[in-house]
C-alpha cells in the first residue's frame, strides 16, 4: 500500500464545475503538499499546510490531522486549470508523493 | 518571488555519456536543496538530499557512484548522471528548500533521453 494515495486517479469535468480531489496518508508527516504538475513537467507548489484550511484563489486546501486526509477544492473550475495534481506529504523538507490526479475540464 | 532555475531542460546523448544537470536558486540561498526523478506515469521520487558543504544523502536503491551530487555553494547544486544507460532516461527535478514554514520551489525539469 502507497503512503500516499490520492483519488480520483483521473477527473474530467465541465467548465464552471466544483472539483474535489482528495489524499489520505498513512505516515507521520511535517506538512501536506499540494502541487501542479503541467505537460511540459514543471511544477508549481500550490499549497503547504500542517493543519486546518488554506485559500488561494479559487483553490481551497483542507487536512485533517486526526483522520489523515487532505482535500483540494477547486471552484470556478476552468480550461486552464487542467494538469496533473499532486499531493506530497513532508517530514522536514523530505516528500513522499502520490500518483497525482489528471485533471481535465472542457470548455 | 522565488525562483528555481534548472539547466538543461531537455537532454538526448548516447550511452555511456555522463550528463550534468544544474539546479540553482536565484534570489535566495538554499542549504539544502532536493533531487527527483519521475519516470514515466509514475510518481516522483525522491533520489538524494544535497547540503551545501557536505556530502549528499541518497535514499535507498539510489547509487551514489552513479548519481553524482554537488552542493557546492549556496545557490547551486548539480547532479551528474554518470555512464548512463537507457534506464537512466527520465524526468529528473530539483528543488530547493527555503526557511521555516514555507513550500519548496521547484525548478522546471529535466527530460533526459539515452539512446
Known amino acids: 500500500k502507497n503512503e500516499v494515495e490520492q483519488s480520483p486517479q483521473n477527473l474530467t469535468a465541465q467548465e464552471g464545475e466544483f472539483i474535489t480531489i482528495n489524499c489520505s496518508y498513512s505516515v507521520g508527516i511535517s506538512a501536506l503538499h499540494w502541487l501542479q504538475q503541467h505537460p511540459g513537467g514543471g511544477i508549481v507548489s500550490l499549497f503547504m499546510?500542517?493543519?486546518g484550511k488554506k485559500k488561494h484563489g479559487r483553490l481551497i486546501a483542507t487536512i485533517n490531522i486526526q483522520e489523515k486526509h487532505s482535500s483540494l477544492h477547486i471552484t470556478a473550475s476552468h480550461p486552464r486549470d487542467s494538469a496533473v495534481y499532486i499531493c506530497a506529504v513532508g517530514w522536514w523538507g523530505k516528500l513522499t508523493f502520490g500518483t497525482g490526479t489528471r485533471l481535465t475540464i472542457i470548455p | 518571488g522565488a525562483v528555481v532555475s534548472q539547466h538543461p531542460s531537455w537532454v538526448i546523448c548516447k550511452s555511456g555519456t555522463s550528463v550534468k544537470i544544474e539546479c540553482r536558486s536565484l534570489?535566495?540561498?538554499?542549504?539544502?536543496m532536493f533531487w527527483y526523478r519521475q519516470f514515466p506515469k509514475q510518481s516522483l521520487m525522491l533520489m538524494a538530499t544535497s547540503n551545501e558543504g557536505s556530502k549528499a544523502t541518497y535514499e535507498q536503491g539510489v547509487e551514489k557512484d552513479k548519481f553524482l551530487i554537488n552542493h557546492a555553494s549556496l545557490t547551486l547544486s548539480t547532479l551528474t548522471v554518470t555512464s548512463a544507460h537507457p534506464e537512466d532516461s527520465s524526468f529528473y527535478i530539483c528543488?530547493?528548500?527555503?526557511?521555516?514554514?514555507?513550500?519548496?520551489?521547484f525548478g522546471d525539469g529535466t527530460r533526459l533521453s539515452i539512446l
Open positions: 499546510l500542517s493543519s
Open positions: 534570489d535566495f540561498q538554499a542549504t539544502t
Open positions: 528543488s530547493a528548500k527555503v526557511p521555516s514554514n514555507q513550500p519548496q520551489h
